[in-house]
């Protein structure tokens, strides 16, 4: 029993690295621009589409794909920025919101026309297998998706801390007009920045392509389970989008092991309520406002 | 500025008038296009009021669902009239609208997180009703096919494509001047003033939590009417269909479109928006592709949102206006 739910565990906490990734996306572009990417989720879609399609052709296992889909979808963010999200920076915020509306729709419709309706699993052998450690046996599809998400947060972390790319984007989240004082080039910092968080979303998409069959409403889970994160994390933090994810990760995993799979968003959903209430700006969020 | 808040309301009686005038000569597909016009203008009436009081929700679907699933199973089950059931469920919807604004406000839950509020609420509400055996779960809840011949519209406020064109109808209108006489009230001063500024507004003394739990039961309660209402056209309800975030990402549609800033551009998009819809579903199937509606959809939110910043209606004003005399 206690193996049980160890196990249980540990698959939470693996799969919650993974969302992890996800969310993190979503607060980089949302502590910089202050602009919610409802898209989320859709760019995440097309990060499995990258990795199955890679997959299907080269047979190499999907873990691995998920540096290209980062670079895919950096250049999709990047491209985007550049040509459209710049100019409604300004615009007020429910603007904002139906543009990646429609970005949402726009992915999602190209999504059904190019590979329709049906949903595409990606047979692996490793899909079968697990490691053994002492009593735990852990998913081996699911631990190297976890530890390559682990590199490419550990990656953007450096990046973020080390790199003078990193630093503007810091100094523009930080104190934008300060930002744009000492020169940086704040249009610039907002398309590499989108491009991140985008990158991250496909990225993450490539790895959970062998766990979840892709198809193109799965969009809208992902966007809703990295809105939750994000939220209980603190919009805009990177420690709350990290243990957030963890922390979603294991709710679900428990809840479906405690009551029904049926019900883990709602476990999900009662936690964010919860923690709205408590903390409006969530565990790790600017609470002076 | 009185004026501009209040327009008169004879040029949109006309515009209702001659909407209803066109009812008997219309055919069925027209009737259902139309009918379905005003039902996507009551929820955007319903929606842009939230948004005026600077509320954005993203959980509509779950007012409509309450107000249809209370309808149907007080008449279905209960055996109560539906004169009854429809204010029920509008009265259901309220108070679940109620609740959620007086836990954002009483707990400063603002903007996205506001947004994020109702998802959670709408989509908590779905599950639990696909988990509700009572109401019939995944399965669905179906009411009573009614005889043609013995059935009498009034009473059982079930009828042909013509009798809900009319009920529809009826409600929008209704609903458009309520919403009408709300913005230009004081409790429409105090809404646009927490939109613009919630700190700066309470210290001016505008009652910020009283202010938005009314703005959150009225655009509830309107949503649940057209619900219920709804919910006796369609016969059948679904968790999956009538309270899916979709549902609640379509409603919003129409009017922003039609421009925020006035009711009867929720109107005018709807107008806009819904035969759009329909036709781009018609091509979806005739072409085999699915995704043709979702591409067509997101394409013209896109235009509209990058080229007519406020909206299609306001525009038409300035072109009216520009081009009389002054």
């Known amino acids: 029993m206690t193996t049980l739910y160890l196990n249980v565990i540990a698959g939470g906490i693996l799969i919650g690295i993974v969302y992890a990734l996800i969310a993190l996306g979503l607060t980089i572009i949302f502590g910089v621009m202050r602009i919610v990417n409802f898209a989320h989720g859709e760019m995440v879609v097309i990060g499995m589409y990258v990795g199955y399609g890679i997959w299907s052709v080269t047979k190499i296992p999907p873990w691995m794909i998920a540096p290209v889909a980062a670079l895919a979808l950096f250049m999709l963010g990047y491209a985007l920025q550049r040509s459209i999200v710049n100019a409604f920076i300004e615009r007020p915020q429910h603007a904002q919101f139906i543009l990646f509306i429609s970005f949402a729709l726009i992915i999602t419709g190209l999504h059904l026309v190019l590979f329709g309706p049906d949903s595409r699993p990606i047979d692996i052998i490793e899909s079968m297998q697990s490691y053994s450690i002492g009593p735990l046996r852990l998913d081996v599809v699911r631990s190297q998706a976890a530890l390559m998400a682990l590199a490419l947060i550990t990656g953007l972390i450096l990046f973020l801390r080390q790199s003078m790319l990193g630093r503007s984007i810091r100094a523009a989240a930080d104190n934008l007009i300060g930002a744009q004082v000492i020169g940086i080039r704040i249009r610039n910092v907002y398309s590499v920045t989108a491009g991140i968080g985008m990158a991250c979303a496909g990225a993450a998409g490539a790895l959970v392509a062998p766990m979840f069959d892709t198809q193109p409403f799965l969009a809208t889970d992902f966007t809703l389970i990295a809105f939750i994160i994000v939220i209980v994390g603190g919009l805009g933090s990177l420690t709350g989008a990290l243990l957030g994810g963890v922390i979603i990760g294991l709710s679900e995993a428990l809840a479906a092991l405690v009551f029904s799979p049926a019900l883990k968003t709602v476990f999900s959903y009662a936690l964010l309520t919860i923690v709205l209430i408590w903390r409006p700006n969530g565990l790790f969020g600017e609470q002076s406002r | ?326």
């Open chain 2, 1 to 326: 500025m009185k004026r501009a808040l209040s327009p008169r309301p004879w040029p949109a009686f006309v515009f209702f008038l001659v909407v209803a005038g066109l009812g008997p000569v219309l055919d069925s597909f027209w009737l259902s296009l139309l009918t379905l016009v005003f039902f996507y203008a009551l929820m955007g009436l319903s929606w842009n009021l939230m948004m005026s009081a600077g509320l954005l929700s993203l959980g509509h679907a779950l007012f409509l669902g309450l107000g249809a699933y209370t309808t149907a199973v007080l008449t279905a089950s209960g055996g109560i009239s539906p004169w009854l059931a429809i204010p029920a469920g509008t009265v259901i919807s309220a108070l679940a609208g109620s609740m959620i604004a007086w836990v954002g406000g009483r707990f400063s839950v603002r903007g996205v997180q506001f947004a994020v509020l109702t998802i959670a609420f709408a989509e908590l509400v779905r599950v639990l009703f696909d988990n509700w055996n009572f109401v019939g779960g995944t399965g669905g809840f179906f009411l009573k096919a009614i005889n043609p011949d013995t059935n009498r519209p009034l009473l059982t406020l079930r009828g042909g494509a013509l009798f809900f064109y009319f009920a529809f109808l009826a409600i929008t209108a209704a609903a458009y001047f309520l919403v009408q006489r709300l913005m230009a009230s004081r409790w429409g001063f105090r809404w646009r003033a927490i939109s613009e500024d919630e700190d700066a507004a309470r210290a001016l003394g505008v009652p910020a939590l009283r202010s938005k739990v009314l703005a959150v039961a009225i655009s509830a309660g309107l949503a649940g009417l057209g619900g219920g209402l709804f919910g006796l056209m369609q016969g059948s309800l679904f968790p999956d269909s009538t309270m899916r975030l979709q549902l609640s990402i379509e409603v919003l549609i129409a009017p922003i479109v039609g421009g925020l800033g006035s009711p009867f551009g929720s109107v005018m998009g709807a107008f806009f928006v819904v035969p759009l819809m329909e036709f781009a579903n018609v091509l979806g199937q005739r072409t085999g592709y699915y995704g043709v509606n979702t591409l067509i959809y997101g394409i013209v939110i896109l235009a509209v949102i990058a080229f007519l910043p406020h909206g299609i209606w306001p525009r038409v004003v300035q072109f009216v206006r520009s081009a009389r005399p002054a």
